[in-house]
């Protein structure tokens, strides 16, 4: 009989497998996961913000020929912001409504321009107990609030 051993190899196991350098897919897998995250933080600061862009354009829109009717849809548009935030405050009215306002901005609405806030929706259109200095001090007012609040 023939003597087989020399021929036989010693058996050299592989080595483990290792979880690096990652294959293709899975950077590929991350790469999208990022992306995603990124996404979303970037759709939530558009929805956040383009509010802010929102309010402050019809703002802008508002037109300065007619004083009461300018400040009529300030306030409304300051109480549409809180009706969206600040729930409590959709029933306020009058220096109740000033007051508020003033808790959530630094520089306070007072004289004349709250005033001109509070007694808009009750004074006749031809009225000219207000000028166009308190409705621009009520414009600055409403822009600064909202870029506070929003």
């Known amino acids: 009989m023939q003597d087989n051993l ?3 190899r010693d058996i050299h196991l592989s080595d483990g497998v290792s979880a690096f ?6 950077w590929l897998t991350l790469a999208g996961i990022v992306l995603l995250f990124l996404l979303t933080q970037f759709i939530l600061y ?6 802010a862009r929102y309010a402050l354009k019809l703002l802008r829109e508002i037109s300065d020929e007619n ?4 400040a009529k849809q300030m306030s409304e548009i300051l109480r549409r912001i809180c009706i969206f935030k600040y729930k409590e405050a959709a029933v306020l009215l009058g220096p109740d409504w000033v007051a508020f306002l003033n808790q959530k901005t630094k520089t ?3 004289g004349k321009t709250a005033e001109l806030l509070i007694n808009a929706p009750y004074i006749p259109q031809q009225s000219t107990v207000y000028n166009l200095q308190n409705l621009e001090d009520l414009r600055r007012f409403c ?3 909202i870029g506070e609040n929003l």
């Not at 004083?67 to 300018?70: H, I, S």
């Open 67 to 70: 004083v009461v009717e300018a």
């Open 21 to 26: 350098p990652l294959a293709d897919g899975w």
């Open 108 to 110: 306070p609405l007072n």
């Open 6 to 8: 020399p021929e036989l």
């Open 46 to 51: 558009l929805r956040r913000y383009s509010k």
């Open 143 to 145: 822009q600064k609030w």
